[in-house]
């Protein structure tokens, strides 16, 4: 009696927004290459391939339906551990997020390659084997053709099952399938020049420079291949850069492809890195009594505790710190990661520690390109040009980096911790970067060290509970004081016609003393572009956005007016449409009118501005940085950007142009937020031997939130907002879950929305709120209304989620709202 032979399995997660894994059989012929971690190519739906991550390997097949082959094994060894597979599925837990959604924010644009795969013959001979029209119709355009896509494929011939067809075909082995995008990301390559191997001795050498008497370029080309690959050793003879070589002889190309031909050199392609290494050019600062003190409790509480926060006054020294901590956990062979809110972080940092740490540090962020965000990757799982050595030991990057696969994690910071840019928002997985790096370290028995001069509510509240260590370092390193604040009154200025455009006679002053004594000065306000909005000064009319609830911002560099939203551009009408006047006015400031404003105040100040509009590439960023700290420039002003903890000699007055939007805001992190951007912002003057001053410009002098930042008063600040957080059921003592309900249709929008909160108000009663538009209650033309879900801290959050979940499940059930969009965002704000 026969025995049918077990079939193998592998579930595998999809780049599609589906909720769970699937299941592929795998061929016998695979069996042997499919692993946990690696990619195949699979099908699903009727002619969609992707290539998915096998997560499982088993030997049940699914009784729901009936499984499809793989079609081919894209990797020779996994790129997912163990570790990222475990935490994708936390994030997919956690956020509500699909799995498929995880693996897209994983994974670099380089390793995701769903769409373009692409067909090539094996080279096996077709003719040997009993093919069907439909067969030999694929095999001849794929021969015609080169290769071609599975949708070409489908378009060309009108094949009805074109992946039943490839199914066989790929069996019989005559066709293969890759990955476009694996093409498109080839190695970086440079030319290098090597003697001929028919060039094996002193003799040979020798006799060519007697036969090469008659041209002397070529001669002194050899002569200058041999003076740069010393130390000679004939059996393995140095590869020389072409363009070195070339450069140092001063001749052009063609002496070299003479002497190629006359076989004195090689000229062959070396694969090199992407990414510019550097070298260790100094040792970490010696620390100062307080520093000192600061590092010995850190350590102390890493002996007891996983986390520990490090509240740190701006200029406090916290990065000397981190270095030291970085150094013994490397000693130890183990890895970091230095967790960053921004990319424009990371040009000073980057400097400052690729002095100490030279090669051994790697950055990550989405101002690199797909093939250089591909290379990090791959050198992280140790694939690199250079394999042994390819691992970066420290990791400096934003929230992305969470992602990399980490082979030995033993320390995780995050600086300025409370920055909201370590939550994802969209698309999903809408992660938190620093809440995910605790979970990640935790898989990897890591510490983590949180370090800002401004503490999250809820990591404060975490720390005087006594579940993370706290350490404070609240004095400046030198001593140096800290910067005075002063508070301008807009509206007494106003009033008595002192202010000139948007400055107050107090900010004027400031600048102005600052300018004559060579000093820099930083300009704050939370807005880009040249006005929020133009308004007609008959009629009142707003131009607004044609897909958005929104008023389009004025940009003068353009003179076009922009939805910040989705980037919807129209032209500045000459007449109000609305009423035909010609009297168009701006309204409010941006950071380009303030750019332009202080130009005429201070015409010969060198002013540049920084903002998302002025830094979309790496090199603007670091451009701009690199031409502040140098002094090439006397203001600065920018967007939060110019807020988080750059750090500049010469600085010594800070303005903040606009403290009351911050304040005002419609949301129960305001006062949080407010007080975390201008103590931020304020922290960048004076940082050195002077103490600096800051300006902020408000309509509400007599603020609480803004005497706290006055008196640098983050203590009684946090108990004031606590008091306020319980007794409005916010975090930290209630988790949030925010529902966004999207429809190109209002009236479905709101009765889907309708529908939900009355399911969930049957589970969770007053804790639901809602349904409400948001301040943008249209974006891309979909109509948006919010929901928010509080859950105690003692009710299990795990529970609430799967309530919701079915609760959606059921509304999305009914016909009438299958196209709804519900998104949950778990801790949105």
Known sequence: MSVTPRRLFADVILPVPVPKAYTYAIPESMEQQVAIGVRVVVQFGRKKLYSAVVVRLHSNAPAEYETKDIF??????????????????????Y???????????????????????????????????????????????????????????????????????????????????EESLKENIK????????LHPSVSNEAAVNNLFEKLSSAPAQQRLLLAYLSLSQPFDWSNPIRVKQKDLLEKVQVTYGVLKACREKEIFLIEQREISRI????????????????????????????????????????????????????????????????????????????????????????????????QRTEVYTRMLGQGTDAENSRY?????????????????????????????????????????????????NSFGAKVLLGTATPSIESYHNALLGKYGLVELLSRHKDVALPSSILANTIRARKMKQMVAMFTPQMLKAIDEALKKKEQVILFQNRRGFSPYLECSDCAHIPRCENCDVSLTYH????????????????????????????????????????????????????????????????????????FEEYKLDVLVGTQMVTKGLDFDKVSVVGVLDADSPLNFPDFRAHERSFQLMAQVSGRAGRKEKQGLVVIQTAQPEHPVLKFIVDNNYIDFFKSELHQRKQFMYPPFYRLIRITVKHRDRAITNAAAEMLVAMLKQAFGKRVLGPEEPIVARI?????????????????????????????????GRDDYRSVFFSPDVDPY
């Open 72 to 93: 081919s094994v894209l990797d020779t060894s996994p790129i997912i551990t163990s570790h990222q597979l475990m935490l994708w599925e936390w994030i997919s837990s």
């Open 95 to 177: 956020y509500m997020a699909f799995p498929g959604d995880v693996m897209r924010a994983a994974l670099p644009a380089g390793m995701k390659l769903e769409s373009e795969t692409r067909i090539f013959l094996t080279g096996e001979n077709a003719d040997h084997f009993d093919l069907d029209e439909q067969d030999y119709k694929v095999v001849q355009l794929v021969k015609e053709r080169k290769s071609t896509t599975v949708q070409d494929l489908c378009k060309e011939l009108e094949v009805k099952n074109s992946m039943a067809v490839l199914g066989r075909l790929i069996r019989l082995q005559i066709i293969r399938l």
């Open 187 to 194: 190695p970086r390559t440079e030319s290098v020049v090597v």
């Open 276 to 371: 510019e290494d550097g070298e260790a050019t100094s040792f970490a600062s010696e620390l100062s009594d307080a520093q000192q003190k600061a590092l010995t409790e850190v350590e102390a509480h890493f002996k007891e505790k996983d986390v520990v926060l490090l509240h740190g006054v701006t200029g406090s020294g916290k990065t000397e710190i981190y270095i030291q901590l970085i150094q013994k956990v490397l000693d130890e062979g183990k890895q970091v990661l230095y967790l960053l809110p921004e990319i424009a972080l990371t040009t000073q940092i980057i400097n400052r520690l690729a002095r100490v740490f030279g090669d051994r540090v790697g950055v990550y962020h989405s101002k690199f390109s797909d093939a």
């Open 393 to 441: 030991d420290l990791i400096l990057g934003v929230r992305s980096s969470v992602f990399l696969p980490y082979a030995n994690l033993g320390l995780v910071i995050v600086d300025e911790e409370h920055e909201n840019t370590y939550k994802q928002y969209d698309p999903a997985p809408r992660y938190n970067a620093r809440d995910t790096a605790m979970v990640m370290a």
């Open 556 to 627: 003068k560099a353009g003179h076009n007016m922009v939805c910040h939203y989705c980037g919807y551009t129209a032209k500045v009408p000459a007449l109000c449409p609305a009423c035909h006047s010609t009297d168009i006015k701006t309204r409010g400031f941006g950071t380009e009118k303030i750019e332009e404003e202080l130009q005429v105040v201070f015409p010969e100040a060198r002013i540049a501005r920084m903002d998302l509009d002025t830094t979309r590439s790496r090199i603007s960023y670091e451009q701009l940085i690199s031409d």
């Open 780 to 812: 891309q033309n979909f109509y948006i209304k919010n929901i928010l879900l509080k859950v105690e801290r003692d009710r299990s959050v795990a529970r609430a989620k799967e309530i919701l979940a079915e609760c959606i499940v059921q509304v999305k």
